[in-house]
């Protein structure tokens, strides 16, 4: 079992840039894929990013590509989403999540969810 806390959520202005970080507990890290979701208001929790237990493998959103990037670092337990040029319609929890399975945009294939970090970009 893994344990997800993430931080770095805040009030940004449109164009600015925020990095969320997501630290595991466990030894186990290094063998999960690692996720990002978002739910704003009203709306359904969707797929930001995802990265490969190595590092080595990255997915993202349509919506996000070319301004979010996802990394991960095994000594540090912890993953990160650089969000770069936001957007107002960038508003929304964020959420990490850990699976045991491919990497995939499917929130059913994560086992584990941290609590959320609040993202608000004003325009």
């Known amino acids: 079992q893994v344990q997800l806390v993430e931080s770095g959520g805040g009030l940004v202005q449109a164009g600015g840039s925020l990095r969320l970080s997501c630290a595991a507990s466990g030894r186990t890290f290094r063998a999960y894929v690692m996720g990002w979701f978002r739910q704003a208001p009203g709306k359904e929790r969707e797929f930001v990013a995802a990265i490969s237990w190595s590092g080595g493998s990255t997915y993202f959103a349509d919506s996000v590509k070319g301004r979010f990037t996802i990394s991960r670092d095994h000594a540090k337990n912890t993953v990160y989403l650089q969000m770069n040029s936001l957007k107002p319609e960038d508003t929304a929890v964020y959420y990490c999540?850990?699976?045991?399975?491919?990497?995939?945009?499917?929130?059913?294939?994560?086992?584990?969810w941290g609590q959320g970090t609040q993202v608000t970009v004003s325009s």
């Open positions: 999540a850990a699976s045991h399975r491919t990497p995939g945009s499917d929130y059913g294939q994560y086992d584990y």
